[in-house]
């Protein structure tokens, strides 16, 4: 199983990007999954996630209005779209998949997460 994240660069602050987050090697479409961050020096934090079905998603308070989470899963892809992007949001996002049936609803919890992407890089400036 592989996931593999791509669409981060760089913007300026107030700006845009869409996430992408393309899986391959199982099944994705029958499970939760999500998107986290990793700033320098700072802890991975939850940032968003999404049901199985697509149906059913959460987000972090302080992408909440801004970000929004959804998948496509004929394609067997993850999105994250970014809009008005501060400073405070450059970070490594990284996507994420959960096989645990319990979390097939969403999952916020970094720790309950069994697929990672290797990470793509947001860099916003002022």
């Known amino acids: 199983a592989q996931l593999v994240e791509s669409g981060g660069g760089l913007v300026q602050a107030g700006g845009s990007l869409r996430l992408s987050c393309a899986a391959s090697?199982?099944?994705?479409?029958?499970?939760?999954m999500g998107w986290f961050r990793q700033a320098p020096g700072k802890e991975r934090e939850f940032v968003a996630t999404?049901?199985?079905?697509?149906?059913?998603?959460d987000t972090a308070d302080s992408v909440k209005g801004r970000f929004t989470i959804s998948r496509d899963n004929a394609k067997n892809t993850l999105y994250l779209q970014m809009n008005s992007l501060k400073p405070e949001d450059t970070a490594v996002y990284y996507c994420?998949?959960?096989?645990?049936?319990?979390?097939?609803?969403?999952?916020?919890?970094?720790?309950?997460?069994?697929?990672w992407g290797q990470g793509t890089q947001v860099t916003v400036s002022s």
């Open positions: 999404i049901s199985w079905s697509g149906g059913t998603t």
């Open positions: 994420a998949a959960t096989r645990r049936v319990s979390a097939r609803w969403g999952e916020a919890r970094w720790g309950e997460y069994d697929y």
């Open positions: 090697g199982r099944t994705f479409s029958n499970i939760a």
